[in-house]
């Protein structure tokens, strides 16, 4: 099975600054064929389901702010936040579709410092 | 509206049974694959299983392979998980999840539903 590791666990960031969250999986989620990263971003808050954020490590889902970015490839990804909002406290995961278990990463707390 | 409504969840003893379903509208359900994910309260998400448009695709985690069956009713616009011999760590949240329409195939989940609540315990 994919291990998918998030970091850091938790992190406090001041309105307005860049919140950058890293994703490590224990191998690549890139398929060459069609060079795809399997690689999608999840944001919970509260009280609340997940919500879709990036998928295809990179490629952002309709409605979400342009704040919210995703890049890298491979086995190395981020998810950043350039610039902090109020809205944005929660917990963020992400998750590989390369091969079954289609696993999550343990998950980052995203507080206002 | 794309709307997801899982029900069925309560409380069980261990060795039980339980059925959950999720009904969704504002969408062509038929189309899209499933997928159901959980979460343990405080926990993280753990995908369990998924189903494709015509089921005869399916995938378990290996955590509930042997226990648990996902299905679905086109007709009815309906997704289903059987959980058998329920154990305590089986409490926990049940999403339905979208799989999300791409031409690579399964590369995120797009919708959500609520959730519910199954609790294990005697």
């Known amino acids: 099975d994919i291990v998918m590791t998030q970091s850091p666990d938790s992190l406090a960031v001041s309105l307005g600054e860049r919140a950058t969250i890293k994703c490590k999986s224990s191998q690549s989620v890139l398929y060459r064929s069609n060079n795809k990263n399997y690689l999608a971003w999840y944001q919970q808050k509260p009280g609340q389901p997940p919500r879709l954020l990036i998928y295809w490590a990179s490629t952002r889902e309709s409605g979400v702010p342009d704040r919210f970015s995703g890049s890298g490839s491979g086995t190395d990804f981020t998810l950043s936040i350039s610039s902090l909002q109020a809205e944005d406290v929660a917990h963020y995961y992400c998750q590989h579709f390369y091969s079954t278990p289609w696993t999550f990463g343990q998950g980052t707390r995203v507080e206002i410092k | 509206e794309v709307q997801l409504v899982e029900s069925g969840g309560g409380l069980v003893r261990p060795g039980g049974s339980l059925r959950l379903s999720c009904t969704a509208s504002g969408f062509a359900f038929s189309r899209f694959d499933f997928n159901w994910v959980r979460q343990a309260p405080g926990k993280g998400l753990e995908w369990i299983s998924y189903?494709?448009?015509?089921?005869?695709?399916?995938?378990?985690a290996h955590s509930v392979k042997g226990r648990f069956t996902i299905s679905r009713d086109n007709a009815k616009n309906s997704l289903y998980l059987q959980m058998n011999s329920l154990r305590v760590e089986d409490t926990a949240f049940y999403y339905c999840a979208r799989a999300g329409f791409t031409t690579f195939g399964v590369g995120n989940f797009d919708s959500w539903g609520q959730g519910a609540l199954v609790t294990v315990s005697s």
């Open positions: 189903i494709s448009t015509d089921d005869t695709t399916i995938f378990y």
